[in-house]
């Protein structure tokens, strides 16, 4: 059982990360407004947020600049027209996915407005993450990296990827639960398993939930109490599916005086709703209960989604056939 | 942390409560179609749920029968009529709320369909609680009590409660999250104190939790793992405010094979849907959020909810005032 204390007091080794633009841009193909980027970053700087996250990096060669919001790409000067010189205590980051990304596209830390760098990789491209990791460490970039699908792998895999990206210079392992399908239980083992490798090679570890079961908060929470640092969330949940860990219920539960709910309120009151009403789709419905609870990627539960399906039952006969 | 066992096995003592009609009941006031209950009965013996909650036994002296459907009343008869001689696994419970029940309006088990009576109870009213609990227990029922609002209570009153309840005929002691405000941590807790009553006393324990905080179903989960037997759920989560702990996800997560998710899609697919698009609303937003961080009763965030108010921001600061 957890100390009381946990629930009281705080550990100033929390980091937030605002995951809205990045996550969310999956829903919208990341075509959100100035207005919204500039209140977005706004409210995070009000509410004490650590970093905010504002898309991919992603290589126009394979991503058609035309098809996508800017912040598919993240081109440093479009974020420097948003944060300027960016002098506040709120750092930026952008995700580099493995395959769909090049290292050309970053230029050193010190010319750039990003802070950090967070590298996404499945456990089959660690090397390909690796190489990614030192060069953008290089550059003095801070770096995260997420191993992604973790729920299908076995542990013995994990527990090696974690050995390699140790000896890298990454800064951050992060736990990502990509179908929801995990429960508490597991996310008590998987940062157990996690901080043991960051133990010895003096990292940090994250976590980035999904919320297909409803344990997008509550597995963030779960890993805060065993000792993970890095958290992520989005306002109002957006993001691909089931959308992710709610920043404002982040906001409520964390006992560091430096994080206030009330920007979030705010921020989500103004845009989000707006977002929804628009047609933006997003968020805990059947269909991803049951990609989740089947440990599967949602990309049938989304597809079921933009077809404006709600026959939930026939659609679960159609993902329980495995063979 | 907890054995990994318990995810890929299963406790027989576990039991499920549908409680759908009652909290639900408490945001379309009891107006259930006969169709509606009817499907609901079947579709919790094919998913094979161990109780179904019809509704309340209010006091017509207190309560306009004309002002609600009639299961804010559960008449015998009118149970009757939807489950015949209940001959089937399945069992019928219906709340008794104390302060506006009448222990008259209970007959002998024998002569009724109903087999629990779940007595509800604040701390203040626990020796009416257990007048009630001796008449009903007397005619023969089962008895379950549910000691609500117990976050903005001492644990020294707590447990003087379950000392009084362990010594009355009652079977289960129901951990209340009333307000939603509780984290799985503190559940973890509460279920001990209650565990440990239970074990000197022989009875069971059971939850209830609400959605505030988009963790019912995460403290139900918590609960199980502690050794909570007796677990409440509603399809689609229908019920008073943020609503209650999903009995799909219940259905996904335990591992009876007793236990079948797929009615649940069918009559959620069928009725729960209808039930929203005809105006009935409930279900976590961030007005409950906010009452759940200020453990608060949720009746100003539902009065926000009826008025169609979206000035989240603006409700925040009417109830976080204290003075």
Redesign the interface.
């Known amino acids: 059982?957890?100390e009381?204390s946990?629930?009281m007091d705080y550990r100033s080794d929390v980091r937030l990360v605002d995951a809205t633009m990045r996550d969310g841009g999956l829903v919208n193909d990341f075509y959100f407004t100035d207005d919204f980027v500039r209140d977005l970053y706004l409210t995070n700087i009000k509410a004490g947020v650590d970093y905010m996250e504002f898309g991919y990096k992603a290589s126009k060669e394979m991503f058609d600049p035309t098809k996508f919001g800017k912040w598919k790409f993240c081109n440093d000067e479009d974020i420097r027209a948003i944060v300027g010189e960016n002098n506040t205590d709120l750092k930026i980051a952008v995700m580099a996915d493995i395959g769909r990304c090049n290292k050309s596209d970053f230029i050193e830390r010190s010319e750039s407005p990003i802070d950090l760098v967070r590298v996404a990789t499945y456990l089959h491209t660690i090397p390909a993450a690796v190489d990614m990791i030192e060069d953008v460490a290089k550059k003095g970039y801070e770096v995260s990296c997420n191993i992604m699908a973790i729920s299908n792998a076995n542990d013995k895999e994990i527990e090696a990827a974690l050995d390699i990206l140790g000896k890298s210079p990454v800064d951050v392992f992060y736990i990502v639960d990509s179908f929801g399908s995990l429960?508490?239980?597991?996310i008590?083992?998987i940062a157990?398993m996690y901080l043991n490798f960051a133990a010895k090679y003096n990292k940090k570890v994250g976590i980035h939930a999904h919320?297909n079961?409803?344990?997008?908060?509550?597995?963030t929470?779960?890993a805060v109490?065993d000792g993970v640092d890095w958290l992520d969330g989005t306002y109002a949940e957006m993001g691909r599916g089931a959308g992710n860990c709610?920043m404002?219920?982040l906001l409520?539960?964390l006992r560091n005086p430096k994080y206030n709910?009330?920007p979030a309120?705010?921020f989500?009151?103004k845009h989000m709703?707006k977002l929804k009403e628009d047609g933006v789709v997003w968020g805990y419905d059947?269909q991803y209960?049951?990609t989740?609870?089947l440990n599967q990627h949602p990309r049938t539960a989304i597809q079921f989604t933009k077809d404006g399906r709600?026959?939930?039952?026939e659609f679960?006969k159609e993902i329980v056939v495995m063979d």
């Open positions: 059982m957890k009381i946990k629930l429960y508490p239980e597991q008590a083992r157990d919320n079961q409803q344990l997008a908060f509550a597995n929470i779960e109490g709610a404002e219920l409520g539960f709910v009330y309120f705010q989500i009151e709703n059947l209960l049951m989740g609870i709600k026959d939930y039952a679960y």
